[in-house]
Every structure is written in C-alpha cells, then in structure tokens.
C-alpha cells in the first residue's frame, strides 16, 4: 500500500504543505510572503503572523491538489528547525494538532537535511533520476553554505562551511548596496544575463581548506561602489547589468573552487546543489560545464525545489517513515543545528 506523506515548511518567509505518495510528488504548494520587501529583510514577528494566516489555506489547497482527503495521510511531516523559532512554532503546532487528529505519526525533519533530499522527488515520469551515495552537496541558500558528504539518506557530514555569510546573503546585500529590493539573489541573476562577468573584479577570498567566506567580497564591492559613486552619480544604473555579472561570477567561482577541491580530496563524483542560490543560472551552468568536461556527474534540482517548499520536507518524511522514525508530541523545534 503507497504512503501519503504530508510535508509543512514554515521555517522562513514561505508557508508550503505538499503531498507525495511514497516519493512522488502530487503537490507542492508554496504562498510567498510578500510583506518583508518593503523592510529590505524577512521580518520574524510579520513571518509567523504571515504563517498563521497561510497555513491552513495552504494545506487544504495541497490535500485538494493531490486528489486526497486529510483520512488518506498516512503521516504528517514538519520542518522542526534551523529557522526563525516563530515561523517554525506555527508549522511544528498544526502539523502535531493535524497528526494526533488524524491519529497518524509525526515525523520531525531538518531543514538542511530536506533541501538535499528534495533530489530523491520523484514525478513518475520513466526520465526520473536520483543520485547514488555516496555523493557530495553543496547546500546554499539564504542562511547556510555547506559542502556535505551524503552517504545515506540520513548519513550525512558537513565538510566545510562559511565562516560568515552565507551565499544567498552575498547575492542579497551586494544587491542591496546596488539598491535593489530584498531578495536580490534573483534580480542580480536577471540582470547579469545581459552584462560582461570580466568588467570588474572583487577582492577573492582566501580561506583554506573546504570552509568559505563571503564577506571580504561584500566589503570589497561596497567600497569599489562607495568609490565610483564619487566620480559618478549614475554609475550603479549605467552599470547594473555588469555589476550584477561581476559580483555574481565570484560567488560562483568561490563555490565552484571549493567543490572542486571536494571532489578532489573525496574521490566522489557524483555531485548535487541544493537551497535558494542553487536556482542561479552561473551556478547551473557551472555545474553543467563541468559535467559536460567529464569532471562528476551533476544533480540539479528542478526549479520548485530549489528555495523552501515542503515537497522536500514531505520526501525526508517518507525515508523516516520507512524506518518507523516518528517524534512524540511534546517536540519542540531548534532556531539552530549544534
Ligand atoms: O533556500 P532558500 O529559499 O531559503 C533559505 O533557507 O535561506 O534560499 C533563499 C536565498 C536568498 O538569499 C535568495 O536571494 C537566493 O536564495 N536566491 C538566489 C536565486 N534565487 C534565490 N540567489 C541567486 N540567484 C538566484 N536565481
Ligand atoms: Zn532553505
């Protein structure tokens, strides 16, 4: 008999309930909150208000989506952490409430973890492919930038990580000191498609082994900016397109450097990106590229299941509902992994 899996993800800005019977997806609903804009940043006190409001929308819309009714779940998974501890107490609360309800497991995932797993959704299509373990991940999104070694669904180790900002925080404050709206990741990646990645340089980081850094390379924008706003007023609008080209070849390279050192020290070819940033187009391409050399074997997610969406949440249930792993109902979630 197929599992229905139910997966709620409220650990940011975006409230997301999907359903997946066994692996596959049958719905992925996602409401964004649009109200942090106007703020430059995701504000916590106005996310979880946003989560509370969505939550229940969000979840009808996917049961009806996926042709299922609430007594068809066999589990309700949730995202228990990293994250903003309000935005997580709304996910973590109905999706116990819905599961002691319903009388069916809970199933607690980490957030992290889940943005790796979503490479095992499958769409049920004879085309579907997962990556075989062991194979190494970069993680990148808004609040993390990791290189981890997977060797099982739940085996996984952490080879390097920022020591300050994380990649999608590059992206969001170099755009933000061009005076672009919050997040800026995306809008940077729009407009570097018409502009030359070689017209200027940033201060590279230089830190060894597989940890990054990001924030020399913000400083080292804001300063060239600072400098060039002297002499020209216009400078950021006459030059947005290649701007955005320039400072966002570093953070690729950056990463791309990294990993390729990864792969080096590991011996694992087999490569997968996951989080937020893995929706950039220099990033898909680079991994492509070096695909197409012969240099690993490339995992890229489907745009869906790039930024926060609970599709990913919902698979990393099903592998812990395999194993009978369920959380009992006094969970409490965590703001940070230890
Ligand atoms: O994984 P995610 O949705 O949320 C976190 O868990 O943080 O990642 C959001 C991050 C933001 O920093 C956003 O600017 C970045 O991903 N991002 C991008 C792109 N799309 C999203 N950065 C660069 N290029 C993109 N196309
Ligand atoms: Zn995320």
């Not at 106005?46 to 509370?52: E, G, V």
């Not at 969406?309 to 703001?335: C, E, Q």
Request: net charge negative.
């Amino acid at each position: 008999m197929p599992a229905y899996i139910l997966g709620i993800e409220s650990s940011c800005d975006d409230t997301s309930a999907a359903v997946l019977q066994n692996t596959q997806l049958l719905s992925n609903i996602i409401a964004s909150q649009e109200v942090h804009a106007a703020f430059g940043g995701v504000v916590p006190e106005l996310a979880s208000r946003a989560h509370q409001q969505h939550i229940i929308p969000v979840i009808n819309n996917a049961l009806e989506q996926a042709g299922i009714k609430a007594s068809d779940l066999s589990a309700v998974a949730f995202t228990r952490g990293p994250g903003l501890l309000g935005s997580l107490l709304v996910g973590t609360s109905f999706a116990k409430s819905f599961a002691w309800a319903l009388g069916i497991p809970l199933i607690e995932v980490d957030h992290m973890q889940a943005h790796i797993l979503a490479h095992f959704i499958t769409s049920g299509k004879p085309d579907d492919q997962v990556p075989g373990f062991p194979f190494l991940c970069l993680t990148v999104s808004g609040g993390h930038t990791q290189i981890v070694q997977v060797n099982s669904h739940f085996e996984m180790f952490v080879l390097g990580r920022t020591i300050d900002d994380a990649a999608g925080e590059a992206f969001d404050k170099a755009a933000k000191i061009m005076g672009l709206p919050y997040p800026g990741g995306p809008l940077i990646d729009k407009y570097a498609k018409n502009g030359d990645a070689t017209a200027f340089s940033f201060a590279r980081p230089n830190i060894s082994g597989l940890d990054f850094s990001f924030s020399g390379l913000k400083t080292s924008f804001l300063y060239f900016l600072r400098d060039q706003l002297i002499e020209n007023p216009d400078f950021i609008e006459q030059n947005k397109a290649d701007l955005s080209a320039s400072i966002q070849k570093a953070i690729v390279d950056a990463l791309m450097d990294k990993l390729m050192k990864a792969v080096k020290q590991t011996g694992i070819k087999t490569v997968a990106v996951a989080g937020g940033v893995s929706a950039n187009s220099a990033l898909r391409a680079a991994f492509l590229e070096r695909q197409n050399q012969g240099v690993w074997k490339a995992f890229i997610p489907d745009f869906q299941f790039t930024t926060d969406n609970a599709a990913m949440i919902a698979v990393a249930g099903y592998f812990k509902f395999l194993k009978g792993d369920f959380a009992s109902l006094d969970v409490t979630p965590y703001s940070r992994t230890t």
